[in-house]
């Protein structure tokens, strides 16, 4: 009965889970629409606190900003409930994308459809890199991260610790000075910090049981991997859906074909190119958290093991990306005033942020020489093509006038009339 009196806001997170396109800059304008000038759940100013707060957190920022609107309505129970509603239309589509991608297989159909969806994906990261570039990079310091970063990126994106390793870098290097941000008063000299025992503790569970699996040759070895993969994954990512994409590309695309996986683990979880990069550039036409692309991905690495896995998969594959990121903002959140009074977390994010340009940079250089510059070296025709999709893409997004999900729907009409 305690929910009753929530109903209405309820179904204005259910009516914003299905119209909010745009990813999280679009997200934010329409939570300021809806929950704040229309509906008056919060204010102007709470809404950007929150937001700024979850752009230090690892996770999908605007799910976790949106989760916080419901936890301070009606608790962590409101919280949840709010979560399960913003997620569930994108991810029951991206779950179906999976399986509908399967009977394009079967009808040989598929490619030419999806053809220039894959170059477009690049398209949307290299704009986020552009966009991104100007918010975060405004000093030596970080000018020199992003140029350290990318390089990295670029070289060692087939080894998987290479993107941890930077962000860690990066949040250490940026606190060897406190003058561009020095400590203001005195911060607290406690913080509780025993409510991540459980976030570390599905951390540390997580991988126990997905490397003696694989080690052991469960024939659940899959499913717990997906389950680690994920969770993983959605607790380092800072940056948003474009910068998940780019590590979960490493994990299921590129990282598979590296010759010590190919003796050493043979049936590791992964996918073609042409099967990630349709889905990322999808995800893009649909409303909700572009961390939904999850669900697709699990759906398409358990594929194999027959539809009731893959329907399995896209739920562990929801579950899990989305998992740490409640964690994380329900538990920090509580002790937020407190934090905020430590510089160190300010400076740590300056670098962390600049690490995330250069590996979306490095990124985009290694998907555009994976994806078609080969081909181009080839003298394939078709490399041009996506070159100028690439391109087209990038400029139709600066001009911030043709809304995303336009640009996907022209390029798959455009692969059905090439």
Sequence with gaps: MILVRHISFLRAVL?????????????LG?????????????????????NGFCQLLPGASSTQTLTLIGYKRGGIPLAILTLMIWILPACTIMSGLSFLLEYFSMEHTRK???????????????????????????????RVIMVVATVATFVGFKTPWIFPALIIAAGIATNFSDKRIPQKGIPPKKVN?????????IF???????????????????EFNLFENSFRTGSFVFGGGDVLMTYMYEQYVTRPTTRHIREKRPDVLKMTKE????????????????????????????RGKGPGFQLLGCFIGTI????????????????????????VIFRSLEGINASVVGIMAGATCYLMKDTFLTQLWQGQAIAIWDIGIIAVTFFILSRNRIPAPYIVMGCLLLGVLA
């Excluded at 300021?32 to 606190?49: G, H, N, P, S």
């Excluded at 572009?290 to 690495?301: Q, R």
């Design 204 to 222: 540390g569970i997580a991988g126990y049981f997905s490397e003696t699996a694989a080690t052991q040759n469960w024939k659940t070895r899959k």
């Design 15 to 27: 009516w914003h889970s299905i119209t909010a396109f745009g990813g999280p800059q679009g997200h």
């Design 30 to 50: 329409m939570m300021m629409k809806t929950f704040v000038q229309q509906r008056r759940d919060i204010t102007a100013e709470e809404l950007m606190e929150y």
């Design 275 to 302: 099967e990630f990069l349709t889905g990322s550039g999808m995800v893009r036409a649909i409303p909700g958290p572009v961390f939904s692309i999850n669900a697709y991905t699990g759906g398409m690495l358990l």
């Design 320 to 343: 899990a990306i989305f998992l740490p990121s409640i964690l994380l903002v329900l538990f920090f959140f509580p002790v937020w005033h407190n934090l905020k009074r430590y510089a």
């Design 193 to 201: 910090w025993g409510n991540l025992l459980i976030f570390f503790a």
């Design 112 to 142: 030419d459809i999806f053809q220039f969806i894959q170059p477009m994906a690049i398209g949307f990261i290299a704009y986020s890199t552009f966009r991104i570039f100007g918010i975060a990079i405004h000093n030596t310091i970080t």
